[in-house]
């Protein structure tokens, strides 16, 4: 270990604004900084282009209304907020659905070339919790449209990026944070960054549990690091569970199957060949959704009068209802259900709309989509919970630290909409921008306080150094199967109470973690750095799972069942405790400003013939 | 469970050598699934990018028994049985450590290219764009940037033109952009000088290797080449159609 500790012979680098991460959010937020003149950076885990937002697929939701001219932000809003439970915050979710239509011009503007409608428009698909054709997209991989946009566009707007540099731990002046220490993970070698505001745009905690959707960058660092420096976490106990998740083969189990396949039409049976979401329509969708195959059907063909096929119902009521079959014992084959879109529509069509999961069938499981149901179950797949951010300028509970994208909450509430995701990038990567300028205007140079950084980096080096200790590869495994047992779908009071204690164990073999070789590149230590990240992940969805004592969205408490109007008035947060435990606090929340409330809440009849609220633009 | 043996390429830009791992292999593991057992039964510090173990990142290139592959779309059943798999790192770039490569040249190559100048909006505030008009751009922008065909063309892999030729991927970016219905830049005198589409001989081994099954050769260099000739000897033509609209 030629990095021995000292920060005199560290490399410093200083920009105004830095922004952790380079998914959607960070690359917008990078984008929007660069714009207001302030010297930017990016930092990422991968190379650029390779974040996260990449393997988005179905597309991203803004009330464009260029497929159904019924379309508007009231509705948009109306769908996020009852997908969400409520829970969500009011004007996150408002300011999402009136700004996400520019969001998406101005990305076709970068360079974006969405799929187009016959008039040559932006075209829209289906998805589901949402009312009217509403994605735009790119057949199924709109992710990659949407990241290699911004990164085209952005490389040209003189933001510094830093590719494979990933952030330790935030530094902290005072009250406010002055920056962060990060390692190049090509050498091993430390680097300072310090900035005047901290933007982290960091993405999910899926990297908890086995099955999910997630890749290896899905450590929580950005939820970890936040919390360490005193920042509010909120409603952690949110996770939502993808109801089409691979199954078969075991190494590709969790890997995404898009909402787009269900949109499109495709519909999910039981090994009896049963359509069975019929049987799980719950009284809040039961006048919007179809209870025949026959109005379903009518519906795909464009029946305006038709209600929604059940399969389109919001994730967290398929995942569920997927569970149940497989439990009753009417699963495939793999323990999990079909999903058909080969007897849905032609062959040539399929490919068309779906390329990339008839490639992912084909090449990872060799089943032909075209032909073949696919075997399907819920995965992990995104947090809703996440940094407490105010609406208006994503800034958290600490003097210049800010954050967007998955990494942050609110917008989503209790259970967030396909394609709710990209659109959230957009807005509040863009918002977060624009509050980092201001607070920086005012804000002294960064000062930096050595004792934080060279604690920073002995944690890190400590891995390294000691002489034996236990792997991290495995350790991590440990923690991923005890979650998926204890903290699933499915939640009980017993089983999240054996997860803390689990948790309390694995956090102190995480403190005797041993890595071999040198720090250049090595697989082993950031896995052993990570982990961290993922415990404090791991506590606080327990922790905050067990506080919330009803059922709400993708939050199910066998123990509590039903949402409990009581507890529509609180949020969970979680913070730092003064000696370093972790704190869960119910809070109540402020009630939702009127008009918002009442279009929320209004007959969609009412809605749409202007009914509601009328004056409120 | 069958065990299988792998000799994977260990070094740094000092130099290397193959080191031999056995692990048992389950059904259905794709290459990438073996290098992370190795990692985690024999050697915790191999480096290997990876990100989306879907064929949808481009992190997780690497050249395996000889040919450039996406480690998370190769199955281990496209192999025989007693095949021993033989994984390296891209030729065409500088080592960092083990199978993972220093591709930042292409990140530089990307940042020369003009970037989109799209036209004004309609009256209504809408660009129109009809879908065929784009089907063409869309293939080119499946591209995931795994840099298989930049690591497999000659120009850049045997003869080490980084300096004269910006390789099968940027042509594809700027067949991307000319192609583009709402552009209104021009690269056409850039590309033969700047990024040296002339060095292309057509031999389409990029095309072969694109997991994204882009046309490469066919339909963004060979299209890109023409307009570099159209240029030289018929200005006039290309003003017409400057003007006239037609890209
Ligand atoms: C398979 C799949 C399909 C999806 N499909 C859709 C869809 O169709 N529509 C939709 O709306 N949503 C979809 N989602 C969800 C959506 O893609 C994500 O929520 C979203 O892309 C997250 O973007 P982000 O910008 O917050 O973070 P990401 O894109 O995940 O980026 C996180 C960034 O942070 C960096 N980072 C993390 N930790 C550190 C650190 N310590 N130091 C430095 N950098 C760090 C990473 O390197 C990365 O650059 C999908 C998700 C998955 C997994
Ligand atoms: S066709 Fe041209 S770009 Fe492609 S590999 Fe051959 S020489 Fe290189
Ligand atoms: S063109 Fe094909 S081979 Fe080349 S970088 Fe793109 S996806 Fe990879
Ligand atoms: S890991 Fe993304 S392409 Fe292989």
Same mark, same amino acid.
């Given at each position: 270990?030629?990095?021995?500790?000292?920060?005199?012979?560290?490399?410093?680098?200083?920009?105004?604004?830095?922004?952790?991460?380079?998914?959607?959010?960070?690359?917008?937020?990078?984008?929007?900084?660069?714009?207001?003149?302030?010297?930017?950076?990016?930092?990422?885990?991968?190379?650029?282009?390779?974040?996260?937002?990449?393997?988005?697929?179905?597309?991203?939701?803004?009330?464009?209304?260029?497929?159904?001219?019924?379309?508007?932000?009231?509705?948009?809003?109306?769908?996020?907020?009852?997908?969400?439970?409520?829970?969500?915050?009011?004007?996150?979710?408002?300011?999402?659905?009136?700004?996400?239509?520019?969001?998406?011009?101005?990305?076709?503007?970068?360079?974006?070339?969405?799929?187009?409608?016959?008039?040559?428009?932006?075209?829209?698909?289906?998805?589901?919790?949402?009312?009217?054709?509403?994605?735009?997209?790119?057949?199924?991989?709109?992710?990659?449209?949407?990241?290699?946009?911004?990164?085209?566009?952005?490389?040209?707007?003189?933001?510094?990026?830093?590719?494979?540099?990933?952030?330790?731990?935030?530094?902290?002046?005072?009250?406010?944070?002055?920056?962060?220490?990060?390692?190049?993970?090509?050498?091993?070698?430390?680097?300072?960054?310090?900035?005047?505001?901290?933007?982290?745009?960091?993405?999910?905690?899926?990297?908890?549990?086995?099955?999910?959707?997630?890749?290896?960058?899905?450590?929580?660092?950005?939820?970890?690091?936040?919390?360490?420096?005193?920042?509010?976490?909120?409603?952690?106990?949110?996770?939502?569970?993808?109801?089409?998740?691979?199954?078969?083969?075991?190494?590709?189990?969790?890997?995404?199957?898009?909402?787009?396949?269900?949109?499109?039409?495709?519909?999910?049976?039981?090994?009896?060949?049963?359509?069975?979401?019929?049987?799980?329509?719950?009284?809040?969708?039961?006048?919007?959704?179809?209870?025949?195959?026959?109005?379903?059907?009518?519906? /795909?063909?464009?029946?305006?009068?038709?209600?929604?096929?059940?399969?389109?119902?919001?994730?967290?009521?398929?995942?569920?209802?997927?569970?149940?079959?497989?439990?009753?014992?009417?699963?495939?084959?793999?323990?999990?259900?079909?999903?058909?879109?080969?007897?849905?529509?032609?062959?040539?069509?399929?490919?068309?709309?779906?390329?990339?999961?008839?490639?992912?069938?084909?090449?990872?499981?060799?089943?032909?989509?075209?032909?073949?149901?696919?075997?399907?179950?819920?995965?992990?797949?995104?947090?809703?919970?996440?940094? /407490?951010?105010?609406?208006?300028?994503?800034?958290?509970?600490?003097?210049?630290?800010?954050?967007?994208?998955?990494?942050?909450?609110?917008?989503?509430?209790?259970?967030?909409?396909?394609?709710?995701?990209?659109?959230?990038? /957009?807005?509040?990567?863009?918002?977060?921008?624009?509050?980092?300028?201001?607070?920086?205007?005012?804000?002294?140079?960064?000062?930096?306080?050595?004792?934080?950084?060279?604690?920073?980096?002995?944690?890190?080096?400590?891995?390294?150094?000691?002489?034996?200790?236990?792997?991290?590869?495995?350790?991590?495994?440990?923690?991923?199967?005890?979650?998926?047992?204890?903290?699933?779908?499915?939640?009980?009071?017993?089983?999240?109470?054996?997860?803390?204690?689990?948790?309390?164990?694995?956090?102190?073999?995480?403190?005797?973690?041993?890595?071999?070789?040198?720090?250049?590149?090595?697989?082993?230590?950031?896995?052993?750095?990570?982990?961290?990240?993922?415990?404090?992940?791991?506590?606080?969805?327990?922790?905050?799972?067990?506080?919330?004592?009803?059922?709400?969205?993708?939050?199910?408490?066998?123990?509590?069942?039903?949402?409990?109007?009581?507890?529509?008035?609180?949020?969970?947060?979680?913070?730092?405790?003064?000696?370093?435990?972790?704190?869960?606090?119910?809070?109540?929340?402020?009630?939702?400003?009127?008009?918002?409330?009442?279009?929320?809440?209004?007959?969609?009849?009412?809605?749409?013939?202007?009914?509601?609220?009328?004056?409120?633009? | 469970?069958?065990?299988?043996?792998?000799?994977?390429?260990?070094?740094?830009?000092?130099?290397?050598?193959?080191?031999?791992?056995?692990?048992?292999?389950?059904?259905?593991?794709?290459?990438?699934?073996?290098?992370?057992?190795?990692?985690?039964?024999?050697?915790?510090?191999?480096?290997?990018?990876?990100?989306?173990?879907?064929?949808?990142?481009?992190?997780?290139?690497?050249?395996?028994?000889?040919?450039?592959?996406?480690?998370?779309?190769?199955?281990?059943?496209?192999?025989?049985?007693?095949?021993?798999?033989?994984?390296?790192?891209?030729?065409?770039?500088?080592?960092?450590?083990?199978?993972?490569?220093?591709?930042?040249?292409?990140?530089?190559?990307?940042?020369?290219?003009?970037?989109?100048?799209?036209?004004?909006?309609?009256?209504?505030?809408?660009?129109?764009?009809?879908?065929?008009?784009?089907?063409?751009?869309?293939?080119?922008?499946?591209?995931?940037?795994?840099?298989?065909?930049?690591?497999?063309?000659?120009?850049?892999?045997?003869?080490?033109?980084?300096?004269?030729?910006?390789?099968?991927?940027?042509?594809?970016?700027?067949?991307?952009?000319?192609?583009?219905?709402?552009?209104?830049?021009?690269?056409?005198?850039?590309?033969?000088?700047?990024?040296?589409?002339?060095?292309?001989?057509?031999?389409?081994?990029?095309?072969?290797?694109?997991?994204?099954?882009?046309?490469?050769?066919?339909?963004?260099?060979?299209?890109?080449?023409?307009?570099?000739?159209?240029?030289?000897?018929?200005?006039?033509?290309?003003?017409?159609?400057?003007?006239?609209?037609?890209?």
């Amino acid at each position: 270990m030629s990095n021995g500790p000292s920060v005199s012979e560290l490399q410093t680098i200083e920009h105004d604004v830095l922004v952790i991460g380079a998914g959607g959010a960070g690359l917008r937020a990078a984008i929007e900084c660069s714009r207001q003149g302030l010297n930017t950076g990016l930092v990422c885990k991968s190379l650029l282009g390779k974040a996260h937002t990449v393997m988005a697929e179905g597309g991203m939701a803004a009330a464009m209304g260029n497929v159904d001219a019924r379309d508007s932000w009231k509705v948009h809003f109306r769908d996020t907020m009852r997908g969400g439970k409520f829970l969500n915050n009011w004007r996150m979710a408002e300011l999402h659905a009136k700004e996400a239509p520019d969001r998406v011009r101005e990305l076709e503007e970068w360079g974006a070339v969405f799929d187009r409608t016959k008039e040559g428009l932006i075209s829209q698909r289906n998805f589901g919790g949402h009312r009217y054709p509403r994605l735009a997209h790119v057949g199924d991989r709109t992710g990659l449209e949407l990241i290699r946009s911004l990164q085209d566009y952005g490389v040209h707007q003189g933001i510094h990026v830093h590719m494979e540099c990933t952030a330790l731990d935030l530094m902290k002046d005072g009250d406010r944070v002055c920056g962060v220490l990060a390692y190049w993970r090509d050498t091993g070698r430390f680097v300072l960054m310090k900035a005047k505001a901290v933007i982290l745009c960091t993405g999910g905690v899926g990297k908890a549990w086995r099955i999910t959707s997630n890749s290896w960058e899905y450590t929580a660092d950005g939820l970890a690091m936040a919390y360490l420096a005193g920042a509010e976490l909120l409603d952690l106990e949110f996770t939502q569970f993808h109801p089409t998740g691979m199954v078969w083969p075991p190494s590709v189990r969790g890997t995404l199957v898009t909402e787009g396949v269900r949109g499109d039409g495709g519909i999910l049976l039981n090994k009896e060949g049963k359509r069975f979401m019929f049987n799980y329509i719950s009284p809040r969708f039961a006048p919007e959704t179809a209870d025949t195959e026959a109005e379903a059907n009518r519906w /795909l063909q464009g029946d305006k009068a038709a209600r929604r096929p059940p399969e389109l119902l919001t994730r967290d009521e398929v995942a569920r209802a997927i569970n149940a079959e497989v439990k009753a014992g009417r699963g495939s084959e793999h323990g999990g259900v079909y999903l058909d879109i080969a007897s849905r529509l032609p062959a040539e069509t399929i490919k068309k709309k779906l390329p990339s999961m008839y490639h992912q069938f084909k090449e990872l499981a060799e089943v032909d989509i075209t032909k073949q149901p696919m075997e399907v179950g819920p995965t992990l797949h995104y947090h809703m919970g996440g940094i /407490l951010v105010d609406a208006e300028t994503q800034m958290t509970t600490v003097p210049g630290l800010f954050a967007a994208g998955e990494c942050a909450a609110g917008l989503h509430g209790a259970n967030r909409l396909g394609g709710n995701s990209l659109s959230d990038l /957009l807005v509040f990567g863009r918002r977060a921008g624009l509050g980092a300028k201001e607070f920086a205007a005012s804000a002294p140079a960064p000062k930096i306080d050595d004792a934080q950084v060279l604690a920073s980096m002995r944690r890190a080096t400590d891995i390294l150094n000691r002489d034996t200790g236990t792997n991290p590869f495995v350790l991590q495994e440990q923690m991923q199967d005890m979650m998926g047992k204890n903290v699933g779908i499915i939640r009980t009071k017993s089983e999240l109470e054996t997860a803390v204690s689990e948790i309390d164990k694995l956090r102190s073999e995480a403190d005797k973690v041993k890595a071999h070789s040198t720090s250049q590149y090595n697989a082993g230590w950031h896995t052993a750095l990570d982990l961290r990240n993922l415990l404090v992940a791991a506590e606080g969805v327990t922790r905050a799972a067990l506080t919330r004592e009803e059922s709400r969205g993708a939050h199910t408490r066998e123990d509590f069942p039903g949402e409990r109007e009581e507890w529509l008035k609180y949020n969970v947060i979680v913070k730092r405790g003064a000696g370093g435990e972790m704190v869960v606090e119910k809070r109540e929340r402020k009630p939702g400003p009127g008009p918002l409330v009442a279009i929320a809440q209004s007959k969609i009849e009412d809605l749409e013939a202007g009914k509601v609220e009328p004056d409120y633009k | 469970m069958a065990e299988r043996t792998f000799k994977i390429w260990r070094g740094n830009n000092d130099g290397g050598e193959f080191v031999e791992y056995k692990i048992d292999v389950g059904p259905g593991w794709v290459v990438l699934d073996c290098v992370h057992r190795i990692q985690q039964q024999h050697a915790t510090d191999l480096a290997c990018r990876w990100n989306c173990k879907a064929g949808k990142c481009g992190s997780c290139s690497m050249e395996i028994n000889g040919k450039p592959r996406l480690g998370c779309m190769t199955r281990m059943n496209s192999f025989g049985p007693e095949e021993v798999i033989t994984i390296q790192p891209l030729k065409a770039f500088p080592v960092i450590k083990d199978l993972v490569t220093d591709v930042k040249w292409n990140y530089e190559q990307n940042k020369r290219i003009p970037p989109l100048k799209p036209k004004a909006r309609g009256a209504d505030g809408h660009h129109r764009m009809m879908q065929e008009d784009v089907d063409r751009v869309q293939e080119f922008r499946k591209c995931i940037e795994c840099f298989l065909c930049q690591d497999t063309c000659h120009v850049l892999r045997d003869h080490e033109k980084h300096d004269k030729f910006v390789g099968p991927r940027f042509m594809v970016r700027l067949a991307s952009l000319e192609m583009h219905p709402l552009d209104t830049e021009d690269r056409v005198d850039k590309m033969r000088k700047e990024f040296g589409s002339g060095w292309c001989n057509i031999t389409r081994c990029c095309t072969e290797v694109c997991p994204e099954h882009i046309g490469i050769t066919d339909n963004a260099i060979i299209p890109m080449k023409e307009r570099v000739v159209d240029r030289t000897y018929d200005p006039i033509a290309w003003f017409f159609r400057k003007v006239f609209g037609k890209k």
